[in-house]
Nanobody, 120 residues
Framework: QLVESGGGLVQAGGSLRLSCAAS????????MGWFRQAPEKEREFVAG???????TYYADAVKGRFTISRDDYKSLSLQMNNLKPEDTAVYYC????????????????WGRGTQFTVSS
């Protein structure tokens, strides 16, 4: 089970940190990722991290602004800076075993999501 936290309301240009906690251990074979889904839009990939080595990859829309990282052996976070109104969405934590994948279908475990809104 994955549980996200940290949503809320932030002004454009501000920062926010989302966290994801796993109820069980995250194994070295796992890829942990963040996705987001805005109203009336499809779920899209945001960032991913290879748990064993910490390699990361990002969607072009957030590269340079968002940072995914491991906090401890069963939690991770997404630091988001220079936020834009278009970042407004429900953010989901997810787990895969396919590094580099950006497709939601490759992620087999999901949290329920946390909402945040960026006001202009």
């Amino acid at each position: 089970q994955l549980v996200e936290s940290g949503g809320g309301l932030v002004q454009a240009g501000g920062s926010l940190r989302l966290s994801c906690a796993a109820s069980g251990r995250i194994y070295s074979s796992h890829i942990m990722g963040w996705f987001r889904q805005a109203p009336e839009k499809e779920r899209e990939f945001v960032a991913g991290i290879r748990w064993s080595r910490g390699d990361t990859y990002y969607a072009d829309a957030v590269k340079g602004r968002f940072t995914i990282s491991r906090d401890d052996y069963k939690s991770l976070s997404l630091q988001m800076n220079n936020l834009k109104p278009e970042d407004t969405a429900v953010y989901y934590c997810a787990r895969s075993t396919q590094y580099g994948s950006t497709s939601p279908s490759d992620f087999t475990a999901w949290g329920r999501g946390t909402q945040f809104t960026v006001s202009s």
